[in-house]
């Protein structure tokens, strides 16, 4: 394991970091609330909270040296299917060569 996890990083050296592109995704939903607060001693913390309609938002982009790439807004949580459509859809089709 060792001696892989040399290799590996010896292996680095040779990437291009202008080739490089990480993919990064983020959410947000309307039901995040917070679960603790401030409040003066002996008295109950009481914070707004959305009730009943929640949503929830999923940002998704490639991440390279010259900036973002291919950056997509989903309706709701990221699924292995959506993943799939992102990268089929969106990711390969912009990108082509320049992923490779």
Wanted: some cysteine.
């Amino acid at each position: 394991m060792r001696a892989a996890r040399e290799d590996w990083f010896a292996g680095q050296l040779d990437l291009d970091p202008e080739r490089l592109v990480f993919l990064d995704e983020t959410a947000a939903a309307t039901s995040m609330a917070r679960r603790y607060g401030w409040a003066p001693r002996g008295e109950r913390c009481r914070i707004a909270v959305p009730a009943g309609h929640w949503k929830t938002t999923t940002v998704i982009a490639g991440l390279r040296t010259t900036g973002l790439s291919a950056t997509a807004l989903l309706d709701g949580p990221m699924t292995g299917e959506r993943f799939r459509a992102y990268v089929t859809q969106t990711w390969c089709r912009p990108c082509g060569e320049a992923t490779r």
